[in-house]
């Protein structure tokens, strides 16, 4: 149905991006490392639409490299060496 309805409405650029979300949210939910990786990159680097929240992206990046997902681990090290989660960030967890 997803699917379907971002077909046919190929003109709504929102409608697309919430439904795009929207699955990722749902494979998320199954513990799928894409989901979560895609959840935290959407929240680090503010694309579908999603306004930047680099504490909640730690947190869905976090899930995803806890299940080896590379670029998970290498956008959450980010985080840490650009010192982007305030006194959180550790550059030796960065590394």
Known sequence: M???CAET??????LESRTLMYLLMKSAEK?????LSEIGAALMY????VEQNDALASYWLERAAAKSES???????????EHRLGEQSSLDTGK
């Open 71 to 81: 670029l998970a681990m290498l956008s959450q090290g980010r985080l840490h060496v």
């Open 46 to 49: 503010c694309y579908q639409n």
């Open 9 to 14: 409405n190929k003109d709504d650029e929102d």
């Open 31 to 35: 513990d799928c490392a894409l989901g």
């Open 2 to 4: 997803a699917f379907r």
